[in-house]
Each structure stands twice: as structure tokens, then as C-alpha cells.
């Protein structure tokens, strides 16, 4: 158990729906991660928060946005589903102190499926 | 942009046997990371490593960060069977975008007992 929790697990929607990715880090861990995993892209960073703020931001689409609230769990919400979403979103979160060191600890993944 | 090339894409080996991997680049990072991934979980770090030519174990793994900093190699000896899972090489950059890590593809392991 890695301490980072994703919910949902699973996720089965429509084209065209909006879903939300709720994730809270390790207890202590101030930075949050967005990774996408597709069968044909592999793991894709999406976006990264510090504390509350936007730090770094990868390959996200303009119809995916994140936050993170003060009690420092992340949201992800992606919106106008196509099926090329469907994929597995990982949170990972990094301690204070290694950020830099590409250390992450990941949740298990939300498996967002739209048919 | 930049990217991971992994390779083997899969391995099928029988158990007690070593296993070798590796990862290569056209660019020159600061980090190499191996993470492994077992069904229906997130993966999880097995190594890090921070300088060129560092060569790092972690009980039965070993891996080492190659002097041109463009590669990396992960070494599995006398496999069992709880090996198998997908591994993935990561590599990043200090002072590029600090979450960017560029994962490979991944090596999956498969292990006959």
C-alpha cells in the first residue's frame, strides 16, 4: 500500500460526459501528479501540483483540468469524453523533500472506460 | 520530444534465471529510475539513481546509470516467480519541468515456475 488513495476504481461513462478523479496523497506529501496509461502512449504525465498550486504541466488536453485543495488531495476532471480517453489515470504524490528526484509513490489508478 | 526506448519489449524465462533490460535515449538526463508495475496496481520504485556510472542493488536488482547518461540497465538474478510484472525505466531533467518524469514503454516479465 503505497498511502496514495484513488477513487473511483473504476469508471464506466459515455461520449461526451464529464467525469471527476479524486486522489489523496501520503499523509505529509504537499505534491500531487496526474499520469495517463494507454495501451499504445504508456504512462503519460499530465500535470503536477504543489501545495495547492500548478507546478508543471505535461501533455493535459484542454478539456482535462486539475486543482488541488488545501487539505492537498486533487481532483482531475475530464470533460467532452471521447473514447480515445479511456485509459488508466494515475496520482502519484513525492515527499517534500524529493521532489526533484523523480521519486513517486502511486495510487492504484482510476480505470475510466467510455463507450 | 524526448523519449525511453525499452527493451525487451517481453521476456518469458524460467525461474532461478537472471534477467537483463535496459533503456536508451538520445538524450542526456540527470535520473534514471526503474518502477515496476504488477496487474491492477500503480507502479512501484525498485531504484534510483542520480550519477553517471552509479551502479546500485536492491537485494536481488541491480542497476546502473550508463557513463554517457543516456542509458540505464536493470538486472533481475535467480527470478521467482512474484517477479513478474511490468518494468518500467524513467528517466528527468533538474530544472526542466520538475514532474515531467518520461516513462519507457515497459519490459514485461513473465516467470515459468
Known amino acids: 500500500d503505497s498511502g496514495v488513495t484513488q477513487t473511483p476504481k473504476h469508471l464506466i461513462t459515455a461520449t461526451g460526459q464529464r467525469v471527476t478523479l479524486r486522489c489523496s496523497p501520503r499523509s505529509g506529501d504537499l505534491s500531487v501528479y496526474w499520469y495517463q496509461q494507454s495501451l499504445d502512449q504508456g504512462l503519460q504525465f499530465l500535470i503536477q501540483y504543489y501545495n495547492g498550486e500548478e507546478r508543471a504541466k505535461g501533455n493535459i488536453l484542454e478539456r482535462f483540468s486539475a486543482q488541488q485543495f488545501p487539505d492537498l488531495h486533487s481532483e482531475l476532471n475530464l470533460s467532452s469524453l471521447e473514447l480515445g480517453d479511456s485509459a488508466l489515470y494515475f496520482c502519484a504524490s513525492s515527499a517534500w523533500d524529493r521532489i526533484n528526484t523523480g521519486e513517486l509513490f502511486f495510487g492504484e489508478g482510476s480505470r475510466l472506460t467510455v463507450l | 520530444g524526448q523519449q525511453l526506448n525499452q527493451s525487451p519489449q517481453s521476456m518469458f524465462i524460467q525461474e532461478g534465471e537472471d534477467v537483463s533490460m535496459n533503456c536508451t535515449s538520445s538524450s542526456i538526463f540527470n535520473t534514471w529510475l526503474w518502477y515496476k508495475q504488477d496487474p491492477g496496481e500503480g507502479p512501484v520504485l525498485l531504484i534510483a539513481?542520480?550519477?553517471?556510472?552509479e551502479l546500485t542493488s536492491n537485494g536481488r536488482l541491480t542497476a546502473q546509470f550508463g557513463i554517457t547518461r543516456k542509458d540505464s540497465f536493470l538486472n533481475i538474478s535467480a527470478s521467482i516467480p512474484s517477479d513478474v510484472g511490468i518494468y518500467f525505466c524513467?528517466?528527468?531533467?533538474?530544472?526542466?519541468?520538475?514532474?515531467?518524469?518520461?516513462f519507457g514503454k515497459g519490459t514485461k516479465l513473465s516467470v515459468k515456475p
Open positions: 524513467a528517466s528527468q531533467n533538474y530544472g526542466g519541468s520538475q514532474g515531467n518524469l518520461i
Open positions: 539513481l542520480y550519477k553517471a556510472g
